[in-house]
């Protein structure tokens, strides 16, 4: 029997042909706090997050691996922008 379990949180749209690549880099190891504003479905394994820090906003993608989480950024953006880069992101036009 199957068991249905609705998910709460949005899936990323597949990619459309035609997307931009993001450039992802190794997490800034700075001390600020990050809040996490919006997030993907957690079904899969690999999320994606909006975050707000310092005044700043970025996407994070963690890649869930068989024993460890693998976890890349973007560069850092303002609100407005991080927010229009996380609706593309939604939609399958950049990843
Ligand atoms: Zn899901």
């Given at each position: 029997m199957e068991i249905f379990t609705g998910c709460m949180s949005p899936h990323v749209a597949p990619l459309r042909t035609d997307h931009m690549r993001l450039v992802w880099q190794d997490?800034?190891?700075?001390q600020e706090r990050v809040r996490v504003i919006a997030w993907t479905c957690d079904c899969k394994a690999t999320t994606y997050e909006l975050c707000h820090a310092g005044g700043v906003a970025f996407v994070r993608r963690t890649v869930q691996l068989d024993r460890s989480v693998e976890t890349h950024e973007t560069f850092r953006w303002s609100f407005r922008r991080a927010e229009s880069v996380w609706a593309s992101l939604l939609g399958g036009e950049v990843r």
């Open positions: 997490p800034l190891r700075a």
